[in-house]
T-cell receptor, first 113, second 110 residues
């Protein structure tokens, strides 16, 4: 079965500091991977998705970037964090299209101070 | 994707069935209804999805009305661990991602 790992689980960073969140998946090859963010009390917002190594698409202009250096690794980064970057970051894998479910990782809770 | 409307919150007694409604009156023919839930501080968990017919799995049942304008998620015997926010999502299979709304906060009472 598919497993999604995310780390760290929680993170507190000062404004202006860099960020790197990692997501790795097991039990599948060539997965479609997604980064979502959930602000406090809000729904999920899609940030990036990737259909393969080196292929990244951005859904919303952000202070963030994503990379996919390996088939089962997806990284979310920032050079300088903003207060508004605080939130719950979720990595997911799922179908590119079609009527199938997405699976979500355990998430990283980021607080920018 | 079509918009969904769900009650903000619901209570259910432990051991009883929890029936969570969802309105999706603008759903189109190629859009599926998905249900996810999110327990506090965890990632969303897939529950069930369907197109026209009612569906059942080990977690829940999904009842979709004949006109497909609404659906109900049924947890047959709610437990305290079912306390979560439940999201009803309508998604075109051509879309690449899910659009989560505010969901229904279900509180299962002992």
């Amino acid at each position: 079965s598919q497993t999604i790992h995310q780390w760290p689980a929680t993170l507190v960073q000062p404004v202006g500091s860099p960020l790197s969140l990692e997501c790795t998946v097991e039990g599948t090859s060539n997965p479609n991977l997604y980064w979502y963010r959930q602000a406090a009390g809000r729904g999920l917002q899609l940030l990036f998705y990737s259909v393969g190594i080196g292929q990244i698409s951005s859904e919303v202009p952000q202070n963030l970037s994503a990379s996919r250096p390996q088939d089962r690794q997806f990284i979310l980064s920032s050079k300088k964090l903003l207060l508004s970057d605080s939130g719950f970051y979720l990595c997911a894998l799922g179908p590119w299209r079609g009527a199938r479910e997405q699976y979500f990782g355990p998430g990283t809770r980021l607080t920018v101070t | 994707d079509a918009k969904t409307t769900q009650p903000t919150s619901m209570d259910c007694a432990e051991g009883r069935a929890a029936n969570l409604p969802c309105n999706h009156s603008t759903i189109s023919g190629n859009e599926y209804v998905y249900w996810y839930r999110q327990i506090h501080s965890q990632g969303p968990q897939y529950i069930i999805h369907g197109l026209k017919n009612n569906e059942t799995n080990e977690m829940a049942s999904l009842i979709i009305t004949e006109d497909r304008k609404s659906s109900t998620l049924i947890l047959p015997h709610a437990t305290l661990r079912d306390t979560a926010v439940y999201y009803c999502i309508v998604r075109d299979t051509g879309r690449r991602a899910l659009t989560f709304g505010s969901g229904t906060r279900l509180q299962v009472q002992p």
